[in-house]
């Protein structure tokens, strides 16, 4: 058995998913739009895809009864605010923000009426106002959030299970990671780790010098901490990494597919059906106010053994049995 677990931290939100009620909007014939404010990511994304993919199984379909109105800032967070009032002009019925907290601030500011459903990432949204609570958010926000801080020292364990000498790592982090740093810190702390952080600055980010700086700081992994920035940015992360042969973990298993070596995280693309769900309750009449919050229900640990050879590791077998998918 994996890492895979079904973890409710909400045990009312378990039935009021169950049943798919958008084949109703198809039988009335009314068109619905649906808008999606997201930071970095493009609509091609497989977790958007997945989104996308879910509605048309609720029964939601574009160019018949559905009007899907994407916007994406491109890793430039200054630009959601316009991009939310460019969203706000066309009529929506649901508004979904995705990601760090820039998104839903943005789709809060410009409107308090407009159901708001949140892929709430890195940031607490009780603790920053957003909902009033899990069980009953209050207001015209409600969805799933999930803090990756909890799985920061995880993956650095990962690490030093496949380097067991392990000593130096690189933490890879941005302005929207930053939250994660601490935790980083503390893994390491625990770990006997000493931690390197290299610091990423301006989209693009120079990949090569922080690269550079880890192998002159005479680190023997990186740990990357999760950013819509790496994230859109990760063929050429992955292919200066590969370079200088530098071992890394991630916190999603695209990065994994796309050739690294291991991803520890939530499945990103169960979230967004997730959203998709809490997009069909909306439209066919439930308050975001009553939907009770959720966090992740499944996580994931993916192995891409190529990678590992090309970087001249052997993955201990008790790993290789922990992980849900060994990519060969």
């Known amino acids: 058995m994996g890492f895979s677990t079904v973890v409710s931290i909400i045990t009312l939100a378990l039935g009021i998913f169950a049943v798919p009620l958008g084949a109703d909007a198809q039988r009335s014939g009314k068109v619905v739009r649906v808008g999606m404010l997201i930071t970095g990511q493009p609509r091609s994304a497989s977790f958007v895809q997945a989104f996308e993919h879910h509605l048309r199984e609720l029964g939601y379909v574009e160019g018949q009864n559905l009007v899907f109105e994407f916007r994406t800032a491109e890793g430039r967070a200054e630009r959601l605010p316009d991009l939310a009032v460019a969203l706000l002009q066309r009529n929506l019925d649901v508004l979904v ?164 070596l291991m991803a520890y995280g939530a499945s990103f693309e169960e979230m967004f059906r997730r959203a998709a769900d809490y997009v069909d309750r909306i439209l066919q009449g439930a308050k975001p106010a009553e939907l009770p919050v959720e966090q992740p229900r499944r996580f994931e640990f993916v192995i891409n053994l190529k990678a590992a050879q090309a970087l001249g590791l052997t993955i201990p077998p008790t790993l290789l049995f922990q992980a849900d998918e060994v990519i060969r």
């Open 97 to 260: 923000a995705v990601g760090a907290e820039a998104p839903l601030r943005a789709a809060r500011d410009v409107t308090h009426t407009i159901p708001i459903v949140m892929l709430a990432i890195d940031f607490d949204p009780i603790a920053r106002g957003y909902i009033a609570g899990l069980p009953r958010p209050g207001g015209n926000i409600t969805g799933l959030f999930f803090q990756q801080l909890e799985l920061t020292g995880k993956r650095l364990e990962l690490l030093k299970d496949v380097l067991p000498r392990l000593a130096r790592v690189a933490v890879f982090w941005d302005a929207f990671s930053a939250d994660q740093l601490p935790a980083a810190e503390a893994a390491a702390r625990d770990l006997g780790v000493h931690l390197q952080p290299v610091t990423l600055r301006q989209p693009p980010y120079d990949y090569a010098s922080a690269c550079r700086a880890a192998v002159e700081g005479r680190a023997e992994a990186v740990l990357l901490l999760n950013s819509p920035v790496f994230f859109r940015e990760r063929a050429p992360l992955l292919e200066l990494l590969g370079t200088h042969r530098l071992p890394a973990i991630f916190g999603h298993r695209e990065f994994v597919d796309a050739g690294g």
